[in-house]
């Protein structure tokens, strides 16, 4: 069974940044797509980040897309999120979620494309 799991949450003043990391084991990683999803207190699951297979292409939030960056390393079975000036409003729950090889481009955005998901990890930005 896929085990998924993230570390490097916290507390960060705004401004200020922060990287996720995203553990995979019992896959091969490489045949997986990584998507990053937040979800605030009360609220559903928000698309935040994606990487394709081969880390080639990398899909954003509009809220994100200026201020996050994503990668991954294969041979470490990790993806990271790397995030900069954050604001409160991306204060939630970061969850990390792979795809076995993904097709299009439209399936990181939507929580049910995903196969697995890790059990998540609280990111708080003060103001």
């Known amino acids: 069974q896929v085990e998924v799991k993230e570390t490097g949450g916290g507390l960060v003043q705004a401004g200020g940044s922060l990287t996720l990391s995203c553990t995979a084991s019992r896959l091969v990683f490489s045949n997986y797509g990584v998507g990053w999803f937040r979800q605030a207190p009360g609220k559903g699951r928000e698309f935040v980040a994606a990487?394709?297979?081969?880390?080639?292409?990398?899909y954003f939030g509009d809220s994100e897309k200026d201020r996050y960056t994503m990668s991954r390393d294969d041979a470490q079975n990790t993806a990271y999120l790397q995030m900069t000036d954050l604001k409160p409003g991306d204060t939630g729950v970061y969850y990390c979620?792979?795809?076995?090889?993904?097709?299009?481009?439209?399936?990181?955005?939507?929580?049910?494309?995903?196969?697995?998901w890790g059990p998540g990890t609280q990111v708080t930005v003060s103001s």
């Open positions: 979620a792979v795809r076995w090889r993904p097709l299009g481009d439209t399936w990181y955005r939507e929580v049910s494309s995903y196969d697995s």
């Open positions: 990487i394709t297979r081969g880390g080639g292409t990398t």
